[in-house]
């Protein structure tokens, strides 16, 4: 199973990136996906999740800008991020719960390589 993160860039504040993160594999289910980042000297936080039953999840600090949706029939799950500010610069990672055809009673987490969003003031 693999995770791939696109559309990380460079952005003006005020603007709008939308990340993706793809999962591929020999997928069973997955459960729920979201989305961390990670700026220089901070821990990794958790930006935004959605569960297989579309409940979503925000960190405070994102509520309101950040919307995060999935696309089951495709195994991707989207981050779109308006009024960006210079603090949401960081390194953007997916995660997701799956089970793959091998264990399909089991749920494991995967993440994705990470996408840089910087945000210029």
């Known amino acids: 199973v693999q995770l791939q993160a696109f559309g990380g860039g460079l952005v003006q504040a005020g603007g709008s990136l939308r990340l993706s993160c793809l999962a591929s594999g020999s997928i069973s289910s997955i459960n729920d996906m979201g989305w961390y980042r990670q700026a220089p000297g901070k821990d990794r936080e958790l930006v935004a999740s959605?569960?297989?039953?579309?409940?979503?999840k925000y960190a405070d600090s994102v509520k309101g800008r950040f919307t995060i949706s999935r696309d089951n029939a495709k195994n991707t799950v989207f981050l779109q991020m308006s009024s960006l500010k210079s603090e949401d610069t960081a390194v953007y990672y997916c995660?997701?719960?799956?089970?793959?055809?091998?264990?399909?009673?089991?749920?494991?987490?995967?993440w994705g390589q990470g996408t840089q969003v910087t945000v210029s003031s």
């Open positions: 959605i569960t297989s039953g579309d409940y979503t």
């Open positions: 995660n997701a719960a799956i089970s793959t055809h091998f264990s399909p009673r089991h749920s494991y987490t995967y």
